[in-house]
């Protein structure tokens, strides 16, 4: 499973646009790029999946360079709400793959 | 909301003592996952099924936990003489409709006293 890399904590105000970079250097040509959600005691929520270029939905963007190597997920507009922790995986989706979640990104929002 | 159940939500239990978790996916032909987490950690692998058929094993999967999923439809997870370095939460996925994507429960948190 290629290794990921990303902060360990962001914080934001509301209202803005909130970047996660995640460093993935050792990705395989069949992997796909996840991102997943996660609120305190819940089960992580997806959230979005791309391969290359950029992928888009109604809650966030996915921006992946050619090179693959790294990735970056996008919220705009955060709310308080949007206050959690974020995990970069990277896995090939078409091997009953499981997932190394890695420690996170803990994103904080304040008013 | 994904519809994966899990149950209990909470369970405390005493060192040396059983506990089993069950799982209830949307779906019995799906993939079912389970992930153990502890504090400020994330999700870690445990086992997985297709169908009835337990896949692939983490080797922290010791002897004293074991997995089933009868028929493929709902799986439980046991752990015999529980120690106080089980607590976490144990968390249950599936992959859903078409895609691979892994669609988790609320999870069941356990605490080893």
């Known amino acids: 499973l290629a290794k990921t890399t990303q902060p360990i904590s962001m914080d934001s105000y509301e209202g803005q646009e909130v970047n996660i970079t995640c460093s993935h250097n050792n990705i395989a040509t069949n992997d796909y790029i996840t991102w997943y959600q996660q609120f305190p005691s819940q089960g992580p929520r997806f959230i979005i999946q791309g391969y290359k270029t950029k992928v888009t939905n109604e809650v966030a963007s996915l921006f992946i360079p050619a090179d693959r190597k790294s990735s970056t997920l996008s919220l705009p507009r955060v709310s308080l709400s949007d206050t959690a922790v974020y995990y970069c995986l990277v896995g090939d989706s078409n091997s009953g793959y499981a997932l190394n979640f890695g420690k996170g990104t803990s994103l904080l929002v304040t008013p | ?113």
């Not at chain 2, 949307?26 to 994330?42: A, C, D, F, M, P």
């Not at chain 2, 058929?53 to 046991?78: H, I, M, N």
């Not at chain 2, 996925?93 to 356990?110: H, I, N, V």
Request: aromatic residues 10%; neutral net charge; contains cysteine.
């Open chain 2, 1 to 113: 909301d994904t519809g994966v159940s899990q149950n209990p939500r909470h369970k405390i239990t005493k060192r040396g003592q059983n506990v089993t978790f069950r799982c209830d996916p949307i779906s019995e032909h799906n993939r079912l996952y389970w992930y153990r987490q502890t504090l400020g950690q994330g999700p870690e692998f445990l086992t997985y099924f297709q169908n009835e058929a337990q896949l692939e094993k983490s080797r922290l999967l010791s002897d004293r936990f074991s997995a089933e999923r009868p028929k493929g439809s709902f799986s439980t997870l046991e752990i015999q003489r529980t120690e106080q370095g089980d607590s976490a939460m144990y968390l249950c996925a599936e992959t859903g409709g078409s895609t691979d994507t892994q669609y988790f429960g609320p999870g069941t948190r356990l605490t080893v006293l």
